[in-house]
């Protein structure tokens, strides 16, 4: 298995708690979350081929103030051993708007896999059947958009861990 990005809904107290956790301890709460039902989704591996192909880049450079950047991998990062990335509720509608703007179609038809291959985009997959790293880009995108979404009706927070 690779490395994978979850998004998991969490309350103001639980964001609290996940902050004052140590850094050595991070992963394990947001595994006992889970495990206790907290609500999270997964991009699985294609969190940075998606942030590629909303951005450019890769999300080993997250884009300080580019919703786009943030809905794959928060606005806040925390302290920890693993990448974990958080968007606090009152920062989801402008993930949210930005999401809802993008030309998906569009995007994906220019879309040019050989760029991925050449900016090192994990997973290393993007020689693959170009119609089939496209629907799966779109399946990745709809996930996207649904977690915030749920996320800002709900007046949730996102966490955001890839490990």
């Known amino acids: 298995m690779g490395i994978q990005a979850a998004y998991t809904l969490v309350d103001e107290a639980t964001l609290d708690r996940l902050v004052a ?3 050595e301890e991070l992963g394990a709460a947001l595994e006992a979350l889970e495990a206790g039902g907290a609500p999270t989704v997964y991009l699985d591996k294609l969190w940075d081929g ?3 192909l909303l951005t450019g880049e890769s999300a080993d450079v997250p884009i300080a103030g580019d919703p786009l950047s943030e809905a794959v991998v ?3 990062v925390f302290e920890a051993e693993d990448y974990v990335g958080c968007t606090e509720h009152d920062e989801l509608s402008a993930v949210v708007a930005a999401l809802e703007a993008v030309d998906l179609p569009a995007a994906l038809a ?6 991925f291959s050449a ?3 994990y997973p290393r997959i993007w020689s693959g059947d170009p119609g089939a790293l496209r629907a799966e880009l779109a399946e990745a995108f709809g996930v996207l958009l649904d977690v915030h979404r749920a996320a ?3 007046g949730q927070h996102v966490v ?3 490990l």
């Not at 220019?110 to 760029?115: K, L, Q, V, W, Y």
């Open 160 to 162: 955001v861990s890839i």
């Open 110 to 115: 220019d879309a040019r896999f050989e760029s």
């Open 21 to 23: 956790s140590a850094p």
């Open 152 to 154: 800002l009706a709900g």
């Open 74 to 76: 928060g606005v806040h």
């Open 119 to 121: 900016a090192d985009v």
């Open 50 to 52: 998606l942030h590629f």
